[in-house]
Every structure is written in C-alpha cells, then in structure tokens.
C-alpha cells in the first residue's frame, strides 16, 4: 500500500526556517519522481520541488536559493529544508509521489499533470 505522511509544518516567522518531512511506504520511496507541492488558499496548487530516483532536482524560481528537497535512504523519507522563509510562502504543503513521464518528471504544470499518490498535508504559516 502507498504512503505518504507528512510532519514539520508549523508557525514561523518571515526570514525563518523550517524543515518539512513525508514518510514514504516502501513501494513510494521507489518511484521515479517524489516532490512537494503547495497549496495557499484561494491560489492554484503549485509545485515547489521534484528529486528523483537518480536524485536529480528541480526547484522552482519563487524558492530556488531558500528551499532545498532531498531523500533520506536510511529512513524512506522525503525532506525539504526551507530557508529565508517569506509571507508568501504560506500554504498547506503536499508530499507526492509518481512514476513519471518516461525519465520525465514534470511538477511545474499541475494543470495538466497530476501525481498519482499524495500525502494528506501539512499547514506552513509564515508571519511578518
């Protein structure tokens, strides 16, 4: 059975950090792509990060600088350490995993892929 469950989310204020993690099963830890992916209120969800099993990465420019996704082997996880965080930054983050497009992993256009497996969220509010 696939899943995902993401902790680390919390409360902080803008310049702060925080450091996200999703547990993955053992048959989510080993798709092609894992990613994170936000979603503020009112706002279209949008991905933030992608690795994947060759651990490549990707980040989107609004956190490239301040965001970094990584994959912890020892303990199936999917992490991303968030730095420098802003106000805007604010939104329920989500852990997701899939097999991808061949080699391809897409996270940038959510309105025309949707990732198969996603965990249930975790709330970052950044404050002023």
């Known amino acids: 059975q696939v899943q995902l469950v993401e902790s680390g989310g919390g409360s902080v204020q803008a310049g702060g950090s925080l450091r996200l993690s999703c547990a993955a099963s053992?048959?989510?830890?080993?798709?092609?792509?894992m990613a994170w992916f936000r979603q503020a209120p009112g706002k279209a969800r949008e991905g933030v990060a992608v690795i994947d099993s060759d651990g490549a990465t990707s980040h989107a420019d609004s956190v490239k600088g301040r965001f970094t996704i990584s994959k912890d082997n020892a303990k199936n996880t999917l992490d991303l350490q968030m730095n420098s965080l802003k106000p805007e930054d604010t939104a329920v983050y989500y852990c997701?995993?899939?097999?991808?497009?061949?080699?391809?992993?897409?996270?940038?256009?959510?309105?025309?892929?949707?990732?198969?497996?996603w965990g249930q969220g975790t709330q970052v509010t950044v404050s002023s």
């Open positions: 997701a995993a899939d097999y991808g497009v061949g080699t391809i992993c897409p996270f940038t256009r959510t309105d025309i892929y949707e990732y198969k497996y």
């Open positions: 053992a048959d989510a830890y080993s798709m092609h792509c």
